[in-house]
């Protein structure tokens, strides 16, 4: 039999699962596997050690005690397709197929480790409640890590029923469209059901990942989108509009008009990891900019020639928005600098470098005084 028509029964075979976002390429990545007995399945849920893998045999509880590796980056995950022993007590993940995408942020760890919080996703839904005063760059930061998954990203607006005042929500959005280039934004009502199907259009047959901090209204956005309350849902609070943390665990659920679903708990910490091209990305305008630059390396500071600070004068480009894509450069650097020796010599002689100058221009500034 040739290989292509050995994934296709594969496919075939497993058909059901097309609702978890089965298709003839990961059947073709798992057909070695089904020569050898094993189940493919999706992880819906992981909880210490454990997960729930939907298959055609239904969702079964596995044991990911051989695929778990000392690079964080490679456990088990939610949205990860894996093989999975067809019997015994407990079943096994005998391993996991390569991700196509993966959303990654760094942890509070000193050792500066990355956390996979969802694979395989198509969809990152960035949800920011209007209940709170929009925060520009936590938006562009979680766009950021996005776009360097290798997901689209998509901004959702939730809570615009207690902005009533259609002139002012216009300008919210407008607010968020500049922060996100190339990034649709929608306002939606959860509660009321405005620009649910809209939202449900868009995220349809693929994998989407709910992302925001804790009050953003995600488990409300999910339950809308699933057409039931199948998430846990708390009141905002009247001090500053913010709800408490309800989700606690990373679930994938079908959605009931295709496509699925990743829901995550709240982030309070949202810390880049390796994202230089997502950052880059988010400040799309920027890097143009930067190209017109006289000098290649120019840090947009106060070299002479640098078209990103005569973007600024000119008002063109909000001076927020440098300080923002400096701030996050400045942060993505350090993080890859601590796994990478070569970057860290660069950015030791480049602190150097401007040491150097800074002195030889006080020199030549109490020269002058003199």
Known sequence: MSSTSSSTSVFTAHSTLTRYGWDEDWADAFAPYAAEGLLPGRVVRVDRGQCDVATTDGTLR?????????????????????????????????TCLPRRTAFVRSTSSKRSEGQILAANVDHAIVAVSLAAELDLARIERFLALAWESGAQPLVVLTKADLVPDPVTLAYLVADVETAA????????????????????????????????????????????????????????????????????????????GGGVLIDTPGLR?????????????????????????????????????????????????????????????????????????????????EWKRRGAAGKAAMEAKRGRVR
Not at 181 to 202: C, K, M, Q, R
């Open 62 to 94: 596995a044991d990911t005690a051989f695929v778990t590796p000392h690079d964080p980056l490679r456990v088990v995950c939610t949205g990860d397709w894996v093989a999975v022993e067809p019997d015994g007590s407990p079943r096994y993940v005998r």
């Open 181 to 256: 280039p190339g990034v649709t934004v929608l306002s939606v009502s959860a509660e009321h059901g405005e620009g649910i199907d809209v939202l449900s259009a868009v995220v349809g047959g693929g994998t989407a990942v709910l992302l925001g901090q804790s009050g953003a209204g995600k488990s409300t956005l999910a339950n809308a989108l699933l057409g039931e309350d199948v998430m846990d849902v708390q009141a905002i609070r009247d001090v500053d509009g913010k709800g408490r943390h309800t989700t606690t665990t990373r679930n994938l659920l079908a959605l009931p």
């Open 269 to 349: 910490g949202v810390g880049l990891w390796d994202a230089g091209t997502g950052v880059g990305q988010v400040f799309a305008e920027i890097e143009e900019l930067g190209r017109d630059c006289r000098f290649h390396d120019c840090a947009h500071e106060s070299e002479p020639g640098c078209a990103v600070l005569a973007a600024i004068d000119g008002g063109e480009l909000p001076e927020r928005r440098l300080e923002s894509y400096r701030k996050l450069m400045r942060e993505n650097q350090r993080i890859v600098a601590k796994t990478d020796a070569r970057l860290r010599a660069e950015i030791r002689k």
